[in-house]
């Protein structure tokens, strides 16, 4: 290999691989990864302090999932979640006549 870590696939072609260049990409994942795992654990204290002052988590995660939706796809998600209920409450009152 050259100085700069760069190799030939085979003696006849004219693709060649830097190993610099693919260290750096798999040096730059790893670091992610590392902040990736750091970010999950802070997320899960987070949601530990959240479940201890006597709030439900699965609602705060609905909340913070609902804030990244487009707020007028987020209201027609409303109207359809209560028109759904009430077609279902019709179909079953009409069950119990």
């Known amino acids: 290999m050259s100085k700069s870590a760069t190799a030939k696939i085979s003696h006849n072609s004219d693709c060649s691989i830097s190993g610099d260049q693919i260290l750096s990409y798999i040096n730059r994942i790893e670091k992610l990864k590392d902040e990736d795992s750091l970010i999950k654990e802070a997320l899960k204290d987070i949601y530990i302090e959240?479940?201890?002052?006597g709030f439900c988590v699965n609602t705060i995660k609905k909340h913070i999932a609902a804030r990244a939706i487009p707020e007028d796809a987020l209201n027609l998600q409303?109207?359809?979640f209560e028109l759904y209920a009430a077609a279902i409450t019709s179909a079953e009152?009409?069950?119990?006549k």
């Open 78 to 80: 409303y109207e359809m």
């Open 93 to 96: 009152l009409k069950k119990k």
């Open 50 to 53: 959240i479940k201890s002052a």
